[in-house]
């Protein structure tokens, strides 16, 4: 209570021990404030966290980044992953198996007949591809990052490395380079197409004048056909770069995203479609091969057919997760 002369709160007694005057047994209990301070986080009662999108840049080592990690490995370890390895490991098996009867490629060629060689020349350039074995060492590389991705996702007991899309980010980097190379070949063929269509037509027209004697085609226009073709090759190789462009962007967005457990859903979708359009084109290349009697190639394309579909459905589930997981 308080004193009613001079204000002074005392706590028991009958007189103010400040300045003395008695105090009145009705005198009201001190006014107490009705404000409380915030509850602080307890064990009992987290705070709410902001969602992964909030927290981008920041690694998600707790349950958050469990969360999202898991959802990878589900991706990398499933079925349909492992139907799109096997079926690109036997492309690649396939196609070193066609490379082993590339003399029959070197007999339906007939050097003798089409580059008018020399007989001897021709010979020798047809037992060279007997005896050759290609070896396409990026479909290898590329075939063991993925059997690296799957077995790393299947494993639990071990955090999983980014080491099998290290390897195929490099070899598609190398990939993207060489198309690039080509671009510059093909545009400077274009140009001097152009600038020389005089030259060149009658060059070409020669050369078409040799083996099919009944096709006369006037040099202005073979040069400036040779100049177009070059134009439409180029336009091929563009979409191509752009390709490959986008793929080593998102091979990088997902290591990150195992990296740092922080999700994202920077997919690009132009990926899955062309894998789709790949898929397409090369089962059509494929029946050509068959109807020419190339059966190793034939089982080759129609491998890479079927791992190229099952990839674009890869692409655009491993974002429709990401945007769940972000959305959570």
Do not use: H
Request: hydrophobic content about 50%.
């Amino acid at each position: 209570m308080y004193c009613e002369k001079c204000g002074t709160q005392v706590d028991e007694g009958k007189f103010c021990p400040n300045c003395g005057s008695p105090l009145s047994q009705s005198a009201q209990p001190a006014y107490q404030p009705s404000y409380q301070p915030d509850p602080q986080p307890s064990d009992q009662q987290p705070a709410q966290q902001p969602p992964y999108a909030a927290q981008y840049g920041t690694p998600l080592r707790g349950p958050a980044g469990g969360v999202v990690l898991e959802a990878i490995r589900k991706l990398a370890s499933s079925r349909l992953f492992l139907i799109a390895a096997i079926a690109y490991t036997a492309a690649a098996v396939f196609s070193f198996v066609a490379s082993l009867s590339l003399g029959n490629a070197a007999r339906n060629l007939e050097f003798t007949m089409f580059f008018n060689v020399p007989e001897g020349v021709g010979e020798a350039l047809r037992k060279s591809y007997k005896t050759s074995v290609s070896f396409d060492i990026g479909a290898i590389l590329i075939t063991i990052g993925l059997w690296i991705c799957f077995f790393s996702a299947s494993n639990r007991e071990k955090p999983m490395p980014t080491s099998g899309l290290t390897i195929i980010k490099v070899i598609t980097t190398i990939t993207l380079v060489v198309f690039w190379i080509c671009l510059v070949v093909v545009l400077l063929l274009a140009v001097g197409g152009f600038m020389f269509s005089a030259e060149l037509g009658q060059a070409v027209s020669e050369a078409i004048a040799s083996e099919a004697p009944g096709v006369p085609i006037p040099a202005s226009l073979s040069g400036s056909l040779l100049a177009v073709l070059m134009l439409v090759v180029a336009a091929v190789l563009v979409l191509f770069i752009v390709y490959y462009t986008k793929l080593i962007k998102m091979i990088k967005t997902m290591r990150d995203t195992v990296a740092t457990g922080v999700p994202s859903d920077k997919i690009s979708g132009f990926v899955a479609v062309m894998c789709y359009v790949s898929a397409f084109f090369t089962g059509i290349s494929g029946f050509a091969l068959l109807a020419s009697g190339q059966v190793y190639s034939f089982i080759a394309n129609a491998c890479n057919a079927a791992a190229a579909v099952c990839f674009g459905m890869l692409i655009f589930r491993y974002r429709d997760t990401m945007r769940s997981l972000i959305s959570a």
